[in-house]
């Protein structure tokens, strides 16, 4: 027996229910601040944490955002113009000796891992989308004393250095 629907049932109401109770999903032990859980953060920006689904770990750490320094072994500079972040490392119960192998073996995920932005401000903005907790760290700047070859031979009053090379 097939049953009939009258016109009244036929319709479905697809539009949202705003008066419906909020549940926001999450443990009230939860490291993630409770306001940038529900969205109550002030500012321009609301936090990707609210829509993304990402894991409550990733959003409880804490992001560095620092200019790297360049290498000791380069003497140009053209690896200094963008600022990294990356984040803090995982100590307690994260790392163990592989039996096999003997080498250090982690379960921290973000371990390694770092993101690149042409300006400390692109990568703070960025931060602040994602909800991480962040602090910038300033890099050193380092000072170029102006030399010549030329300073070599200038007159001094005082008696020369002799070098003694045998």
């Known amino acids: 027996m097939i049953r009939q629907e009258d016109a009244s049932e036929g319709i479905v109401d697809h539009q949202p229910d705003y008066h419906a109770p909020v549940d926001h999903g999450t443990s009230t032990f939860s490291p993630i601040?409770?306001?940038?859980?529900?969205?109550s953060e002030p500012g321009k920006v609301v936090a990707a944490a609210v829509l993304s689904g990402a894991p409550v770990d990733l959003q409880a750490r804490t992001a560095r955002i620092y200019r790297p320094a360049k290498t000791a072994t380069q003497s140009?500079?053209?690896h200094g113009?963008?600022?990294r972040m990356d984040w803090d490392i995982l100590q307690k119960g994260h790392r163990w000796e592989n039996a096999l192998m003997g080498w250090q073996s982690s379960a921290d995920f973000l371990q390694g891992t770092h993101?690149?932005?042409k300006s400390k401000e692109d990568a703070i903005?960025?931060?602040e989308k994602q909800g991480y907790e962040y602090f910038v760290q300033e890099p050193n700047e380092r000072r170029m004393l102006p030399k010549a070859y030329a300073n070599n031979f200038l007159y001094s009053p005082?008696?020369?250095k002799h070098i003694r090379t045998k």
């Open 33 to 39: 601040p409770r306001r940038v859980m529900d969205g």
């Open 76 to 78: 140009g500079d053209w």
């Open 81 to 83: 113009h963008h600022w």
């Open 115 to 117: 993101l690149n932005f």
């Open 125 to 127: 903005h960025f931060a």
């Open 158 to 160: 005082t008696k020369l």
